[in-house]
């Protein structure tokens, strides 16, 4: 167990819907990173939260947004859904700063089927 | 998109043999980190290596880093059926700023027969 926990664990939604996955991190970690991962593909980087700012982004468009609270607890929120948004959602905590690199602890993830 | 390949995209050996993956990558990285994902489930760290490292062990896994061919290899000693998972490799590249994230590559699909 590495002390993420993600929510939920199964969701169905219909394309055009909006999506808000959550996220709570590691006690002590001030980073949380969100990962796509498609059937049979390594995760995908979709965006990475450090004390409560957006801190890089990967190619994906802007209807893919995220939030940290204070706890450094994180929400992934995805609007107008399409089919190719199914997937297994990841996310990671980390300890972050100016030059770290560390290694990542993952959450079980949340799988999003789209109909 | 992804960082790289990983070689064998499956592996199916007995238990007590040795698995061997390997990982290849594109860019200049920081460090490389190999991770493991039982049943499409989130994944378990399993170790890191800097850039200025070749060799590292932890118990019965032993990684190798080659800069410049951008390769690097997993091995697993003495394999259990409990090491039926995927194994991923992940970079990490060398920039400026706090951004930590990870590269993935393809995965290698290990599978330990009883």
């Known amino acids: 167990e590495t002390g993420v926990t993600q929510s939920p664990t199964h969701l169905i939604k219909t394309r055009g819907q909006q999506v808000t996955l959550r996220c709570s991190s590691q006690?002590?970690?001030?980073?949380v990173s969100w990962y796509q991962q498609a059937l049979g593909q390594g995760p995908q980087f979709i965006f990475q939260?450090?004390?409560?700012?957006?801190?890089g982004r990967g190619n994906f468009p802007p209807r893919f947004s995220g939030l940290q609270f204070p706890n450094y607890s994180s929400e992934l929120n995805v609007n107008a859904l399409e089919l190719d948004d199914s997937a297994l959602y990841l996310c990671?905590?980390?300890?972050?700063?100016?030059?770290?690199?560390?290694?990542?602890?993952f959450g079980p993830g949340t799988r999003l089927t789209v109909l | 998109s992804q960082q790289g390949e990983e070689d064998p995209q499956a592996l199916s050996i007995q238990e007590g043999e040795n698995a061997t993956m390997n990982c290849s990558y594109k860019?200049?990285?920081?460090?490389l980190q190999w991770y493991r994902q039982n049943s499409g489930r989130g994944l378990v760290h399993l170790i890191l290596?800097?850039?200025?490292?070749r060799e590292k062990h932890s118990g019965r896994l032993r990684v190798t880093l080659d800069t410049s061919k951008k390769s690097s290899s997993l091995l697993i000693t003495a394999s259990r059926a409990a090491d039926t998972a995927s194994y991923f490799c992940?970079?990490?590249?060398?920039?400026?700023?706090?951004?930590?994230?990870?590269?993935f590559g393809t995965g290698t699909l290990l599978a330990v027969q009883p």
């Open positions: 006690s002590g970690h001030n980073t």
């Open positions: 860019t200049s990285i920081n460090n």
């Open positions: 290596i800097r850039s200025n490292e």
């Open positions: 990671a905590s980390s300890l972050g700063g100016v030059l770290s690199r560390n290694e990542q602890f």
């Open positions: 992940a970079t990490v590249q060398p920039y400026g700023g706090a951004t930590n994230k990870l590269i």
């Open positions: 939260y450090y004390r409560e700012e957006e801190n």
